[in-house]
């Protein structure tokens, strides 16, 4: 974890057990602890998710309600994203929840993973110290086994030496293979690109973890408890084109050109829409895909094969470009609309203090959002038919900002919360965190992109400006949306 900067305001103390002490030698002072659990339930049920959690510190009654709300899983009112960040402030490796509908900070009770790459239904999909996958609830310190990294389709093979755990991986963009070997620490970072999840790991109507990993942006799914990753690479509506062989490809020109291939290929975002059940992905080129992960309401086989149609292809021909490319996010309303927001940004040179890779001050390349637009993608019903799909008609609409609702993007699944009930947060803005690559951003110094854009003046209010991270690009790992759940 790396070191967290100070807030405008001082992190709660963490409940020990003196609050306890405190509270049942109070007497009078102290009646709240002596309500019925049946009254102290009904409390819990209008707080948010980590009040609930801290008010089990506050002595053993209601240690013992805050419990058996958790048991009997009672409903919480609608929870807004909160920021997760490092926080040193409460001790090493330790971890605060920001909230910003309330302006608010509480102690996350347990230690945030090194390496996160996506949250969805407040669990965290993260990696352990040799890379291996799993989801997390940083609230509860529940975990949800998820299949191993060697089990992805191009992960060819697993070594201890004496530096740590080393993967062979096919890297190759051609029908050949090329074998590299990346240690585990390398592959926390690089492997695991965008997740989506279909619902929470302790539901009862299950879990569809869908995720988007390297060398080449491939897409493989697994449910907690599987054995194996199971690669959609097969899927031909949604499979990767790789070059014959890299002898075949004649001069400079050829070579971009298959470089910008590769790249319009990648899967940018994909996100999970809970009103019809099916995955949306996007491509970098724009084309939209949906994906049907029960095979299409197959009820009579036990394993039913994967359905993938085209939403929206994208109509660019494939052409090489230097210049910045935009990151495009999908993101679902609440009524179940389907919405591509385009986040436009260039590179600016800063100048970086000393760190590991360089003891000097120097210049560093650092991303600054210039602009954010928002289409809705409207669909029709998808067709009954499970055969191959084609591309159906399909209305996209520009839209001047996002409404009355707010937008949470960066690593984590794009989320949008009616802003109705929130009176701190900022209807028709788009709440941003960092999520620019290693390939864009070489130095934690250079993670400025975090901020709150107001689409009716067009312009990016730092979050520093309105939040208590004043040094964002200072903490480790990158701060991420997530919605605290109890469940």
């Known amino acids: 974890m790396g070191a967290a900067a100070s807030t405008n305001k001082q992190p709660s103390p963490p409940a020990n057990e003196n609050m306890e002490e405190e509270a049942e030698a109070g007497g009078d002072r102290c009646c709240w602890s002596w309500l019925p659990e049946d009254v102290l339930l009904t409390v819990m049920g209008f707080m948010e998710v980590p009040d609930v959690v801290r008010s089990g510190a506050a002595c053993s009654a209601w240690r013992a309600a805050a419990a058996a709300f ?8 609608r929870q807004p994203p909160c920021l997760l960040y490092a926080c040193d402030a409460y001790g090493p490796g330790a971890a605060a929840l920001y909230s910003p509908s309330t302006a608010a900070t509480f102690r996350v009770p347990f230690r945030i993973p ?9 669990w965290l999909f993260a990696t352990d110290d040799e890379a291996n996958p799993y989801l997390v609830n940083p609230v509860t310190g529940a975990r949800a086994t998820l299949p191993p990294i060697t089990t992805l389709a191009r992960v060819r093979s697993r070594e201890t030496l004496v530096g740590g755990v080393v993967y062979g991986v096919d890297v190759s ?17 690089w492997m695991f690109r965008r997740v989506a999840v279909s619902g929470s790991p302790s539901a009862a109507a ?13 897409l493989s799914f697994a449910r907690p408890g599987d054995a194996r990753w199971t690669s959609l690479s097969g899927v031909a509506e ?21 470089g910008e291939l590769h790249y319009r290929q990648y899967w940018t975002s994909i996100v999970h829409n809970h009103k019809n059940g099916l995955f949306y992905l996007l491509r970098h080129c724009g084309s939209i895909f949906s994906l049907d992960l029960t095979g ?21 021909p494939h052409q090489y470009s230097s210049g910045p490319k935009p990151t495009q996010y999908l993101a679902v309303t609440p009524r179940g609309e389907l919405l591509r927001v385009t986040l436009r ?67 984590s699944s794009a989320a949008c919360l009616p802003t109705e009930g929130f009176p701190m947060l900022r209807p028709n803005c788009a709440y941003l965190t960092d999520d620019a690559g290693g390939d864009v951003v070489r130095s934690p110094a250079a993670r400025r992109d975090f901020g709150v854009w107001d689409f009716g003046s067009g312009r990016l209010q730092r979050l520093g400006d309105v939040w208590p991270l004043h040094h964002p690009w200072l903490y480790s790992p990158s701060p991420i949306w997530i919605t605290p759940s109890l469940y």
Do not use: Y
């Open 114 to 122: 090194r390496a996160v790459a996506g949250a969805a239904h407040g």
């Open 173 to 189: 963009p051609t029908v050949g293979e090329n074998i590299r070997h990346i240690t585990a620490e390398r592959a926390r970072d």
């Open 206 to 218: 299950g879990c569809v973890v869908l995720l988007v990993h390297m060398p080449f942006s491939e």
């Open 238 to 258: 949604l499979s990767f084109a790789r070059a014959p062989d890299m002898a075949m490809v004649g001069g400079w020109g050829s070579i971009l050109a298959m």
């Open 70 to 77: 958790r048991r009997h899983r009672l409903p919480t009112p």
């Open 345 to 411: 940004w260039h590179q600016t040179a800063i100048v970086a203090p000393p760190d590991a890779s360089n003891g000097r001050w120097h210049v560093e390349h650092a991303v600054a959002t210039t602009g954010v637009e928002v289409e809705e993608i409207r669909t029709p019903p998808p067709p009954l038919a499970t055969a191959a799909s084609t591309a159906t008609a399909i209305s996209v609409a520009g839209l001047g900002g996002c409404g009355d609702v707010a937008l949470f993007l960066g690593k």
């Open 296 to 316: 299409g309401g197959a009820a009579s086989s036990s394993s039913p094969s994967p359905v993938a149609r085209t939403v929206l292809r994208s109509p660019s």
